[in-house]
């Protein structure tokens, strides 16, 4: 598999979609234009990448920096009580890091990209704001970054 942003995201989202839980982690370019009845959620951006030349034109070292936004739960679901969606929210923290800190899913993701270096880089819990609002729905989740790097 060649190393680029749709096959890091393809790989990722398909150990993504593994997790407990998880209704659907969505590849490359192919984010949905509703959530409708498939919460919990994973959509992927890649905000950043760059590119050090390792030897002359055509030697490059590439890091690919993404993110997978986890959607668990509207902000209002069960009345807006707090313990009810943080509750349904927070474990899924624990289980990206129980994912993608398992040596067989860092082998796996590095064979099949490549990659010297495949990792989970942190994750943020929140609602709403920019990044968990879909569709003009604030929702409960996580942003969580990746960052692959070929060489």
């Known amino acids: 598999m060649p190393f680029n942003e749709a096959a890091a995201i393809n790989a990722?989202?398909?150990q993504?979609?593994?997790?407990?839980?998880?209704?659907?982690?969505?590849?490359?370019?192919?984010?949905?234009?509703?959530?409708n009845n498939v919460l919990p959620a994973v959509i992927h951006f890649i905000p950043s990448f760059?590119?050090?030349?390792?030897?002359?034109?055509?030697?490059?070292?590439?890091?690919?920096?993404?993110q997978s936004v986890v959607f668990v739960i509207p902000r209002d679901a069960g009345g807006g009580k707090l313990r009810y969606i943080?509750?349904?929210?927070?474990?899924?923290?624990?289980?990206?890091?129980?994912?993608f800190q398992d040596d067989t899913v860092i082998t796996n993701l590095?064979?099949?990209l490549a990659g010297v270096k495949?990792?989970?880089?942190?994750?943020?819990?929140?609602?709403?704001?920019?990044?968990?609002?879909f569709g003009g729905i604030e929702m409960c989740g996580w942003i969580m970054t990746f960052e692959c790097v070929n060489a």
């Open 86 to 99: 943080e509750n349904a929210a927070i474990p899924f923290g624990q289980k990206w890091r129980d994912k």
């Open 16 to 35: 993504e979609a593994s997790i407990a839980g998880v209704t659907a982690s969505f590849p490359y370019a192919q984010n949905p234009d509703s959530l």
């Open 50 to 66: 760059t590119s050090t030349q390792r030897g002359f034109h055509n030697l490059w070292a590439n890091s690919l920096v993404f």
């Open 118 to 133: 495949v990792f989970l880089k942190g994750g943020v819990y929140g609602a709403g704001g920019p990044l968990l609002t």
């Open 110 to 112: 590095l064979s099949s």
């Open 12 to 14: 990722i989202a398909t």
